[in-house]
């Protein structure tokens, strides 16, 4: 099968000539420079500090100690310069006198000693950390939590929050899930505490599951991940959630506004133990607020609850003890919604809808540090995610428009459906670090159990309305399936001089489900220019295995049944090529720029089989409303899509992006926030043919802007631009058929209503008419304003949020109907203007 070949020389030319200059530049001028490095270490315990943050007050450039409390600033200017450590819970150090020479290594060692007055809040916008110079990962963006808690339009979701990243689309207002960079939500992989969840989405994709008052770090790599991380192709997300204070034996906060309210309870462990807890609590009120509104309206019967979820997460930290710390985590959720149409509503349509959806996360973890230089983390992780599902409906023909008559044309559709998918996991990693290198190595064992129970009872018309939208017919289908994967993997970050630094790394993975090993070979590294400026690159081969783990990103179901089948499938692979650079104009603005492409090969398709549809054709000089203005129906040969996956798919997606961030430390800087722009192109090959891949949004730009009038009062914005997505438009329209027996022969018929007229189809056409238009540019501005406060002895946050301030009509789609044997065409539109009044208040 041959497809056409992008020239990535000619498309990446202009963008390597311009890095290629900047790269010159500050090699010409660049100063002589020297290293400070080091560890930080608990000053009875002698356990490393993970997560100090370090800063030379000079200059203002900061890093954070890694999880061997290794901690390091290349590329440094020659002179004398100040230390400033500070850790949440250990007094602050503060270090004078650090001399660097030129091309000289400055070593410290710092003990931290703890401490229960509390830390007085820095505000400080954007990116919470400067990426190490050494450090090689490319396409790294981390984002602080308060980013997630106040970015306008976000509604508090870190998942919403990554939107306003280079790099990374959503379809629409009324999702959360992840698109980054040519690839489809399923090819991402999302980690909480080290522990992989497979459905992150509540209230059926609108948030995410990840409470941003109890998180201590976010971090999403966009591209050439490392070797740590796999089953996946696109992008890792990975979230911390922070330890609980231990300066109190209970403090909290408390966040509440007209849609949900969020309680966090932290402290430090009772009955004498080292450690901290924290707990949350989370509850939507949807249905408390929608739906007196609705029974009022008699849209819905008294007996309905609307959408709601609630959650309860905690992490209890035990230790540092002689080098051992210990973690557990929970994470318990759920998700419901009970709707039935109330029987005076106005149409006479009618649906009724009972859905149930659980979670559980279970962690527990031992991290060891008998050393400065040696780290040892095990983490034992169990996770379920079950629903199930009843729909119920009497429903229009959905190729006709209501007008408010009663004479309408309904069919009954019935739909019950059951999943559950388990997990339960091991693994280790071992970081050593001696001299130049830190090795680091991990071994890992997954035990998967799913099932899933489908049954369908679909009217004619909606059975041959999903055949126009080329979707299989599944009547009833039942699978349960275990599979192991299994994998290991060894990297070596090599510092080879002060300025360049190499990631060798290499992985193993095996699926029963294949049958077979597979190897990953990925390789980083990064250059200082100087002590603002560094490139980055790496390339590697990525791989993701099938699994109905991977159901809820995918737009495509497969059917897993058969074993032989499976073992003659390939994984899904990917190949990234990622090169960039970054810059540290002053303190508080930060630029970088990065190119990619991505190459993907055995793609999961479907098979297409040889199938029969009947045809009519008008007859010249008569009425096509009626039945006699049509021929005889007549079978032609056309392909049927089937759920049989095969690897018969491939796809390219290239880009260059721009993030240019101005962060802010006072008052007397009070302007902060970023630009991310975006030009990609994203394309997928499939049954001879180039089209656009789903979520090809080509242009994308998002500026976020928040200005501090004071202490009490800021005000933030954010404008989301992006081209449209690619659409299927209608070619047409054909009359449908009714099957009959005439003579002991069975016959097809055009298909009349009651007074004689044609019912026709909507005609979407085969394959080759798949994502030919584009729909509308996407375009919304959303702001909020924040006011600080305290009285009654606690710290309080109001604040006013509305999304779509100037009310724009963003379409998600288009509702296509005939009328006069013409298609018409109504829009469907995404979230109108949307304020939302909130308050919180920490005690």
């Excluded at 997460?313 to 035990?318: L, R, Y």
């Excluded at 499939?686 to 005000?715: C, H, K, M, W």
Aim: aromatic share 12%; with cysteine.
């Amino acid at each position: 099968m041959d497809y056409p070949i992008i020239d990535y020389g000619k498309v990446l030319r202009p963008i390597f000539s311009f890095i290629t200059i900047i790269i010159f530049s500050c090699t010409v001028f660049a100063k002589p420079t020297g290293t400070i490095y080091g560890t930080v270490t608990d000053s009875l315990s002698k356990q490393p500090l993970f997560g100090v943050n370090i800063i030379i007050v000079e200059n203002g450039r900061g890093v954070s100690s890694n999880s061997a409390g290794y901690f390091e600033f290349s590329a440094v200017d020659t002179g004398e310069f100040t230390l400033e450590f500070t850790y949440i819970g250990y007094k602050k150090q503060i270090l004078s006198g650090v001399v660097v020479t030129e091309s000289g290594r400055t070593r410290l060692n710092v003990s931290m000693e703890e401490s229960y007055v509390l830390l007085e809040p820095v505000e400080v916008s954007g990116l919470r950390f400067r990426q190490l110079q050494e450090d090689t990962r490319t396409s790294v963006l981390s984002l602080r939590p308060e980013s997630a808690r106040i970015l306008p339009g976000a509604a508090e979701d870190v998942m919403r929050t990554l939107q306003a990243m280079p790099g990374v689309v959503t379809r629409s207002d009324f999702s959360s899930q992840l698109i980054v960079r040519g690839s489809g939500p399923d090819q991402n992989l999302i980690v909480m505490d080290d522990i992989e969840v497979f459905n992150p989405y509540r209230l059926y994709g609108l948030i995410s599951m990840f409470n941003p008052d109890t998180i201590d770090d976010i971090n999403l790599i966009t591209g050439g991940f490392p070797v740590s991380y796999g089953d996946r192709l696109s992008a890792v997300l990975s979230v911390t959630n922070k330890e609980g204070r231990r300066n109190s034996p209970i403090e909290g906060n408390v966040n509440t506004n007209i849609t949900d309210a969020n309680i966090v309870l932290e402290g430090r462990t009772p009955l004498g133990l080292e450690g901290s807890w924290i707990v949350s609590a989370r509850r939507t009120y949807y249905d408390l607020i929608a739906g007196p509104v609705a029974r009022n309206l008699d849209l819905v019967d008294d007996d309905v609850a609307f959408p709601n979820f609630t959650d309860f997460q905690s992490k209890i930290t035990i230790g540092p003890y002689n080098g051992h710390r210990f973690y557990f985590n929970t994470l318990l959720s759920r998700d419901a919604v009970n709707i039935i149409s109330g029987e005076n509503r106005p149409a006479p349509d009618s649906i009724a809808v009972v859905d149930r959806t659980d979670h559980r996360v279970l962690g527990a973890a031992w991290h060891y540090s008998p050393s400065n230089n040696l780290f040892s983390r095990v983490t034992i992780s169990h996770y379920r995610n079950i629903g199930d599902s009843d729909f119920e409906g009497h429903l229009f023909d959905p190729t006709l428009d209501w007008d408010g008559s009663s004479d309408v044309l309904l069919e009954e559709q019935l739909i019950s459906s059951l999943y559950e998918f388990e997990k339960t996991s091991i693994s280790q990693e071992v970081i050593y670090a001696s001299g130049k290198h830190e090795i680091s190595g991990g071994t890992g064992i997954d035990f998967l159990s799913s099932r899933i129970i489908w049954r369908a009872d679909l009217g004619p018309i909606f059975r041959s309305f999903l055949e126009d939208l080329d979707v299989p017919l599944l009547t009833e289908f039942t699978q349960s399936r275990n599979y192991i994967r299994m994998y290991g993997y060894v990297k070596d970050r090599w510092r080879i001089t002060n300025r360049f630094t190499v990631d060798p790394g290499i992985r193993f993975d095996y699926y029963t489900i294949l049958g077979n090993v597979y190897v990953s070979p990925r390789l980083s590294a990064s250059y200082a220019l100087d002590q603002r400026s560094t490139v980055r690159g790496s390339i590697g081969r990525f791989l993701q295995s099938p699994g109905y783990e991977k159901i809820f990103g995918q737009s495509q179901f497969f059917d897993l049944t058969d074993r032989e089948a499976m073992h003659r499938l390939q994984p899904e692979e990917a190949h990234h090529y990622v090169f960039g650079i970054d810059r540290w104009f002053s303190n508080s603005l930060y630029l970088r720029i990065e190119g990619y492409v991505k190459d993907f090969v055995n793609l999961i398709s479907v098979d297409r089989v040889p199938g029969t549809r009947y045809v009519s054709d008008p007859i010249q000089g008569r009425d096509q409303r009626f039945s006699d203005g049509w021929s005889a129906p007549y079978p032609v040969t056309v392909d049927s899509v089937t759920i049989n996956p095969n690897n018969d798919a491939s796809g390219q997606s290239y880009g260059i992006e721009l993030f240019l961030e101005k962060q802010s430390a006072s008052l007397r800087d009070p302007l902060s926030g970023w630009i991310s722009y975006s030009y990609s192109i994203a394309n997928r090959y499939q049954y001879g043919r180039t089209l656009p891949f789903d979520f090809d949004q080509r242009r994308t730009l998002n500026i976020v802007l928040n200005y501090r009038f004071s202490n009490a009062l800021e005000l933030g914005a954010r404008w989301r631009y992006g081209s449209g997505f690619p659409h299927s438009p209608p070619v047409g329209i054909r009359p449908r058929f009714v099957t009959s027996e005439e003579n002991g022969e069975v016959v097809q018929r055009v298909r009349t209503d009651p007074e004689g007229n044609v019912l026709f189809h909507i005609d979407r056409g085969d394959f080759s008419n798949r994502n030919t238009t584009r729909l509308p540019d996407y375009s919304r501005i959303d702001v909020r304003l924040n006011w600080h406060t305290s009285f009654v002895g606690l710290r309080w946050l109001f604040y006013l949020d509305v999304i779509n301030i100037l009310n724009r009509k963003n379409v998600i789609n288009y509702r296509y109907f005939i009328e006069d044997m013409e298609i018409q065409e109504r829009a469907t539109t995404m979230f109108p203007i949307l304020p939302t009044l909130g308050f919180s208040f920490t005690f």
